[in-house]
């Protein structure tokens, strides 16, 4: 199932943003043209990944629980203290409006 999100003009540069979609919570970044999902919680302690920073060089967004690191591109767990990946979530850019496909 394919739901708009919103316009890419709306999500800020490498600022993660929290949204509600079929009763699931995904965070999605923008770096530059290109747009990730994840879904937000922390593999770790069910702890919520749209409130950390985004680290843009390597692609990651840093659970700002206790540091964890998870890739933006698959949803690997990067770093300690989590191990578990999270669910990466289908998302796309169609005519400027962002898209995601959950399964
Ligand atoms: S809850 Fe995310 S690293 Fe611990």
């Known amino acids: 199932m394919a739901e ?3 316009s890419i003009d709306e999500l800020t540069e490498a600022q993660a ?3 509600e979609v079929a009763g699931s919570a995904i965070v ?3 770096i530059g043209e290109q747009v990730y999902a994840l879904e937000d919680r922390c593999s ?6 749209s409130d950390g920073l985004v680290d843009v060089d390597d692609c990651q967004i840093e659970c700002s629980r206790h540091g964890a690191m998870f890739s933006l591109e ?3 767990a990067c770093s300690f203290p989590a191990v578990k990946a999270v669910d990466s979530i ?13 399964p």
């Open 17 to 19: 943003r929290r949204f």
């Open 28 to 30: 999605v970044v923008r």
């Open 44 to 49: 770790h302690e069910d702890f919520p990944l």
């Open 90 to 102: 289908a998302i796309s850019v169609v005519d400027g409006q962002v898209e995601v496909t959950l």
């Open 4 to 6: 708009i999100l919103c």
């Open 74 to 76: 698959t949803g690997a």
